[in-house]
């Protein structure tokens, strides 16, 4: 008499036998990575006992080894697993269950691209395994364009030590593992079925597994290639990722300038890319130098065809970090990106008043357009010098200025990208607010330091950090990132005094939640290794008051006034109706000059 034991026959099982202790029910969850073999065992003293058995190493899939878990919702959180090898997984509860309560249990499991989560209903102490399973495990290893291997393994229970095995690949019968394929086509997918059969005291038990797997591409056939381009206040820098036939991923960062010289200031050994959520692949990833403007790495881990990325490009650089964030799909390929010639052009608003705003600009030449002439326009008007004055404007108004840098070489214009400015005057009545706020920090020293916000008069927020104090215990400060309401790492500017200051390019009406944080990073000192502290707040438009949380240091009257501009510069000589940021000794101020 044939029996096929497979887990759909049981499955469909009319009875299921009655509660008791040292029942096991047994289960599959099938993800798109791997299926899940689970088993959950009643025991003598009223606790659950659960197996987790993957149909591939989790190391394949991305699972980490400690995120294997199990909860049931509205008793416990998520409960980890002890790992047993490189595909079994052990728990049992410190709970204990009565015979028959139902119980609702949860899997979950992180692996490649997101979660595999099951959640289902388990009457305790019940059982629908009749008869110990055979397992048949397989997967596909070492993958070519033209060949791949099939391994297997085949597990008796203890009813059937003893039995005659064999196994069958797509019906025809293999003697050992791995199963050498050959003779393949590149990028094409395939699926097999290998069963393997038990035979003992004249019965037969069979258990089956389907593999599927694609070839890689041909080593003839070019690799798809990814172009984009972000830009700096310092440079530009077009970066490519290029999908390998082994499925890891090049990187290359080409920069429109030598950025390890002058002002730049980039660590030419510190040139880093990060793999946002990859599996495994946590941590920067430096490149190397090919040259001064270029730079590259090749990934050791692979990566599925249409894979979500998150490429995060961390360049230290004078001033700060620059660190760009951009989405990438494995595989996709566009067209070639190329430097343009072009003049840089720099601006920035300055001041505003109720009728007027002041911009200044700056234009830098690259080497093939030495000699050139420069025009700078705003709104189509050629402005004649920096800083340049916008008058006769309404109050309380908003303006978006338009300034394009235009270079003259032979008779041939060369034009820079659009650069807008937005802003609003201020209202005749307006009044600038500061709110003043500071951060106790325990690590890696205890130290303190203070900041402000500020609500300008065009609406911008103008967060000012003070790192003095804090420096003089702090060591080896790298530069100040902040983040503001979700809008991605900036870099706030290094007055070089041990303050640091940022203006939004975004406007905010008063009574808005500003949440943010700011990120300090720091280099090596004495016994300290590299690293950053971060620290979240919490701001509403529009506020006044705060404490600096520094009751030691007093507010030195007779300390000198230093006025800065709303981007943070500092300005010998402020103008009548122009807004400021006022400091003297410790106290920071927002002030309208009258």
Not at 562 to 572: H, L, M
Not at 577 to 588: A, N, T
């Amino acid at each position: 008499m044939k029996k096929t034991v497979l887990l759909i026959a049981m499955a469909l099982l009319a009875i299921v036998a009655k509660a008791e202790v040292g029942a096991t029910w047994h289960g599959t969850v099938e993800d798109p990575y791997f299926d899940l073999d689970y088993d959950i065992t009643y025991n003598a003293d009223k606790t659950l006992s659960f197996v987790y058995t993957f149909s591939k190493e989790i190391g394949a899939v991305g699972v980490p080894a400690g995120d294997v878990a199990v909860e049931f919702p509205g008793r416990t959180g998520l409960l980890n697993f002890t790992q047993e090898s490189n595909t079994v997984f052990k728990y049992t509860t410190a709970l204990t269950f009565n015979d028959g309560e139902t119980v609702s249990v949860h899997i979950r499991i992180p692996r490649i691209g997101g979660l595999c989560e099951s959640t289902f209903d388990y009457v305790v102490g019940t059982s629908n395994v009749v008869v110990a399973a055979l397992k048949l495990t397989a997967q596909a290893q070492n993958i070519t364009d033209s060949s791949a291997e099939l391994a297997y393994s085949v597990t008796l229970p203890e009813a059937l030590q003893g039995a005659t095995v064999s196994v069958t690949c797509n019906e025809e019968p293999v003697n050992e593992s791995p199963v050498m394929l050959s003779g393949l086509t590149p990028s094409t997918e395939y699926t097999y079925m290998l069963v393997a059969t038990a035979e003992l005291d004249g019965e037969t038990y069979t258990a089956e597994a389907t593999v599927k797997f694609q070839t890689l591409r041909s080593a003839d056939e070019p690799s798809p290639v990814w172009y984009g381009m972000v830009k700096d206040e310092k440079f530009d820098l077009i970066y490519t990722v290029t999908y390998n036939a082994d499925k890891t991923l090049t990187v290359n960062y080409k920069f429109n300038t030598d950025p390890t010289v002058g002002e730049i200031g980039v660590p030419k050994m510190d040139v880093n890319v990060e793999f946002i959520g990859k599996p495994g692949a946590a941590g920067l990833y430096k490149l190397t130098p090919l040259s001064n403007t270029e730079y590259e790495m090749t990934t050791t881990f692979t990566f599925e065809e249409g894979e979500n990325v998150k490429l995060h490009m961390y360049i230290p650089r004078a001033g700060g970090v620059f660190q760009p964030t951009e989405e990438y799909v494995t595989g996709a390929s566009n067209d070639p990106i190329v430097f343009t010639v072009a003049p840089r052009l720099t601006a920035s608003v300055a001041a505003v008043t109720n009728n007027s705003v002041t911009i200044e600009y700056a234009v830098t030449l690259p080497a093939e357009l030495e000699g050139a002439t420069v025009v700078v326009t705003c709104n189509g008007n050629a402005l004649d010098a920096s800083p340049a004055v916008i008058a006769d404007l309404e109050s309380d108004t908003p303006y978006t200025f338009t300034l394009v840098a235009t270079a003259t070489l032979d008779g041939t214009d060369y034009a820079c990208e659009p650069q807008e400015l937005s802003v609003r005057t201020v209202a005749d009545d307006f009044e600038p607010t500061v709110y003043n706020g500071y951060f106790d920090v325990t690590e890696p020293e205890q130290f303190t330091y203070t900041y402000t916000v500020t609500w300008n008069a065009d609406r911008t927020l103008t967060f000012f950090v003070d790192l003095k104090k804090a420096s003089q215990d702090f060591r080896n400060v790298l530069g100040m990132q902040i983040n503001v309401n979700d809008g991605g790492f900036a870099a706030m500017t290094n007055n070089g005094d041990g303050t640091y200051t940022y203006t939004t390019k975004e406007t905010y009406e008063k009574d808005t939640a500003v949440p943010g944080f700011f990120f300090l990073a720091y280099g090596p000192y004495g016994t300290v290794n590299p690293g950053s502290v971060r620290n979240d707040f919490s701001y509403v438009v529009g506020s006044t008051g705060g404490s600096t949380g520094i009751d030691a240091v007093a507010v030195d009257t007779d300390a000198p006034v230093v006025y800065f501009d709303i981007q943070g510069r500092r300005v010998e000589n402020p103008t009548s109706g122009g807004i400021y940021i006022r400091r003297q000794g410790s106290k920071v101020s927002k002030v309208m000059i009258r």
